[in-house]
């Protein structure tokens, strides 16, 4: 019989949860580049479109950091037939990321000995997920990916592909992402991390058969991290220094980030925004390659990058920098948005026309 377990605790989807559109495949044990083993690993994802009979049209989205296998939910108007992901001439397929907690194997999952992992769960890196994704890819039977696309965290996967298995990938597009953590975004996450850890409810990740488990903790490091996915102008043109109007004595501003808080807390899991916060600052596409400059060198596939002028979690400059050094770039495709690196979900229109120009170099 499945666990169960509160949403004062978790928002992770649960074995016994409606599986909805999510399919599941397991792909054995996965080495860890620590060493360490992660036992019986399953792989939750959704898939649009037909393989086809040549088993060249699977386009590989490579989700962000709170994102999911449902791509139609977190990025709209870019899965369907005439879409930028035309649903009529690809198969489209989009894996929840190992360490996540909409269906793969993460702390929120039963370890092999019945109990959920909670702070048993591995440190994981950009790579392991990689591996997860190889692995997963040959149990459905896809050997090459026509695209290999994501934005932010999923950005840094795609560029992982290349470098790993250029082999197995037609061209990838980057989008808002780097080759390497910065130093500011590494701060910014751990003020994150530690606002979890210090929720008294987080009982150093073993919440899961408690009563309540750190959603205020969740709440915060959403809060500031929201703050580096838009810009200063428009929450002062938005907001400025309006008040709630209510009997709070909130300011506006203050709502709109509780509200972003509380719908994270609904859906996410607070052991898999650490999981996942802390694989993307240990992300260097140099490690062990010789370097950034080296690595990016190295990479053959034709590769397509996309910055948002006003990102401030991952500047342009970093765009520029792996459209500069790979050898194969095609483009570094600047797109305006006043809505920073949020950009990405709102921008559907421009950063879809970047992806149908992508899809015509695999």
């Known amino acids: 019989m499945a666990l169960s377990a509160s949403s004062h605790v978790t928002g992770a989807w649960l074995e016994g ?3 909805g559109e999510r399919k599941f495949v397991r792909i054995g044990d996965l080495l860890l580049e620590n060493g360490e083993v992660l036992a019986d690993v399953t792989i939750c994802y959704q ?4 393989l086809n009979v040549a088993r060249d049209n699977a386009i590989l989205v490579n989700h962000a950091l709170t994102g999911w296998s449902d791509v139609s939910g977190w990025w709209p108007s870019m899965v369907g037939p005439g879409l930028p992901f035309d649903t009529d001439k690809y198969f489209i397929l989009c894996p929840n990321v190992i360490g996540g907690c909409q269906g793969s194997t993460g702390p929120s999952s039963l370890a092999p000995d019945g109990k959920r992992y909670g702070s048993r769960f591995p440190t994981i890196t950009i790579r392991d997920m990689v591996a997860a994704e190889v692995a997963f890819s040959d149990a459905i039977g896809v050997e090459k990916y026509r695209l290999a696309v994501g934005p932010s965290l999923g950005g840094m996967r795609s560029l992982e592909w290349a470098a790993q298995l250029p082999e197995r990938i037609g061209a990838i597009c980057t989008i808002g992402s780097s080759a390497v953590a910065t130093g500011d975004q590494i701060g910014t996450a751990a003020i994150q991390i530690r606002a979890i850890k210090t929720d008294p409810y987080y009982y150093g990740g073993d919440y899961y058969d408690r009563e309540h488990g750190p959603r205020e903790g ?3 490091a959403r809060r500031i991290a929201h703050l580096t996915y838009r810009t ?3 929450m002062d043109l938005r907001f400025g220094r309006q008040l709630q109007g209510d009997e709070t004595g909130r300011y506006a501003v203050e709502s709109y980030l509780d509200h972003q808080a509380q719908k994270l807390a609904n859906r996410f899991d607070a052991n898999t925004y650490i999981v996942l916060t802390e694989a993307m600052n240990s992300h260097d596409i140099g490690r062990d390659r010789g370097g950034v400059v080296a690595a990016l060198a190295a990479i053959t596939v034709p590769t397509v990058v996309v910055s948002i002028d006003t990102d401030r979690l991952f500047p342009p400059r970093l765009q520029a920098e792996i459209a500069e050094l790979v050898p194969t770039a095609a483009a570094l495709a600047t ?3 006043p809505f920073g690196h949020d950009g ?5 229109e421009a950063v879809g026309e970047v992806i149908r120009h992508a899809l015509t170099l695999g």
């Open 335 to 337: 797109i305006s948005s």
């Open 17 to 19: 949860d409606d599986p």
């Open 218 to 220: 969740l709440g915060i």
């Open 344 to 348: 990405f979900l709102v921008e559907v």
């Open 47 to 50: 898939s649009w479109g037909t």
């Open 232 to 234: 200063e102008a428009e």
